[in-house]
C-alpha cells in the first residue's frame, strides 16, 4: 500500500501549525489530537451500532430532559476518558452531564484549557442511520493555573472561544476545527486511522440556495421568522426560483452541508419553547466560531451569538447560521 505524503494527516498539520509559533507549547495541538482520538474510537462504534447492543434508549434521561441513547453514554464516557488521561485540559463540560468535571491532579490543575462538548448530536437518528456528530470547542482557562479549574472558565462568551470544531459520522468521516487562523477538514482515512487534510482553508460562500428549518413548527414561529421563511419559499436572487429546503434534523450534518454549499440553518424560539432549544455553550457557540471563521454568521436573532455572556451551564437560545448574504437578508425580516 502506497500513502501520499503530500496529504498531511491532523498530527501533521497540528504540528506544523505549532511550528509557526516559536513560543507556543504544545497543548492545543495535543487537546485536538486527543479529541481525534476519541472520535475515532465512537466512529468504530457508530459503524457497528447495527451489530451490536448499541442502539436504542439507556432507558434514563439527561439534564435537558431527553432520553438518553446507548450510543450517547458511550460517546460521552469516551470523550471524558480520553481528555482525563490526557495532559491537555484542566476539565470538561458535557451535555450529558449535570455538571462540570474537573480533572483535580497536578498535570490537569497546570493545563491552560477547558473544552466543552455534545458528545453525540443528532442520537435521535441513530437508530435510522442518519448521519449525526460531535460537537466541541475549547477555552483558555481565566481561573488560576495550578489549582482546579472553576465554573467561572466555563461560563465564557463564545468570542473567548480559541478552537472549535465537529466531527460528522457520515458516509465518510470528517473532523472539522477552527482557529483564529481559518477552518480545515480532515477526512478519516480507514486504511491507516488517521484523519488527512481533504478541506484546506474552508470559506462559507457569501450566498446560496438552501434554507435549512423544522417546518413542522411554522405557526410557532414569530412573525418575522414566518415571513422569511415565505421569501425563501418564493424566490432566489440567483434563478429567481424559490431557495431549496433542506433539513436532516441532525444539525452538525446540516449546518455542515451549509458550510461547504453556502445556505442558512435556523432554530428559532417557537411558543412552547421560547427561550429555544438549541444549547449555548455546546451547541451554538462552536459552530457561530467555525461559520464565522469560515466568513459566515451567527445570531440569536437579536444578538451576535458569540457575544452572549453564559449565565448557566445548560442555556438555550434561539440560533441563526449561515451565509452572511443569507443572515443579512434575514435580518431585514426580523427587524420589521
Do not use: W
Not at 422569511?228 to 432566489?236: F, G, P, R, S, V
Not at 429567481?240 to 428559532?268: C, E, W
Not at 449561515?322 to 437578508?329: H, K, N, P, V, Y
Amino acid at each position: 500500500m502506497s500513502v501520499n505524503r503530500n496529504i498531511l494527516t491532523l498530527d501533521e498539520f497540528t504540528i506544523q501549525q505549532m511550528r509557526q509559533f516559536p513560543k507556543a507549547t504544545g497543548e492545543l495541538s495535543s487537546l485536538l489530537r486527543d479529541i481525534g482520538l476519541a472520535s475515532k474510537r465512537v466512529n468504530v462504534e457508530v459503524n457497528k451500532a447495527g451489530l451490536v447492543d448499541i442502539l436504542g434508549d439507556a432507558g434514563t434521561m439527561n439534564v435537558q430532559g431527553e432520553e438518553v441513547k446507548k450510543l450517547d453514554i458511550f460517546a460521552n464516557n469516551q470523550f471524558v476518558g480520553v481528555l482525563k488521561h490526557g495532559i491537555s485540559c484542566a476539565g470538561i463540560g458535557s451535555e450529558e452531564l449535570d455538571d462540570i468535571v474537573i480533572f483535580d491532579d497536578e498535570v490537569s490543575n497546570n493545563s491552560k484549557y477547558i473544552c466543552m462538548f455534545d458528545p453525540l448530536d443528532g442520537s435521535g437518528n441513530i437508530d435510522v442511520n442518519v448521519s449525526i456528530g460531535t460537537i466541541f470547542s475549547i477555552y483558555r482557562r481565566v481561573s488560576e493555573l495550578g489549582k482546579p479549574c472553576t465554573m467561572a472558565d466555563f461560563l465564557q462568551p463564545g468570542n473567548k472561544q480559541v478552537a472549535a470544531g465537529y466531527v460528522i459520522y457520515g458516509s465518510s468521516t470528517m473532523l472539522v476545527y477552527a482557529t483564529r487562523r481559518g477552518v480545515n477538514g480532515f477526512t478519516l482515512d480507514p486504511s491507516i486511522g488517521e484523519f488527512s487534510l481533504s478541506h484546506p482553508d474552508i470559506k462559507c460562500p457569501k450566498d446560496g440556495k438552501i434554507y435549512s428549518v423544522n417546518h413542522g413548527n411554522f405557526f410557532q414561529y414569530t412573525e418575522g421568522v414566518k415571513k422569511y421563511i415565505t421569501a425563501c419559499q418564493k424566490k432566489d436572487k440567483t434563478t429567481g426560483g424559490p431557495y431549496t429546503q433542506r433539513y436532516i434534523g441532525s444539525m452538525v450534518a446540516d449546518v455542515h452541508r451549509n458550510l461547504i454549499k453556502g445556505g442558512i440553518f435556523m432554530y428559532p424560539a417557537t411558543t412552547d419553547k421560547p427561550k429555544g432549544k438549541l444549547r449555548l455553550l455546546y451547541e451554538c457557540n462552536p459552530f457561530a466560531f467555525i461559520v464565522e471563521t469560515a466568513g459566515g454568521k451567527a445570531t440569536n436573532g437579536e444578538k451576535r451569538i458569540l457575544d452572549l455572556q453564559p449565565t448557566e451551564l445548560h442555556q438555550r437560545t434561539s440560533f441563526f447560521i449561515g451565509s452572511s448574504d443569507m443572515m443579512a437578508e434575514l435580518e431585514t425580516h426580523l427587524a420589521v
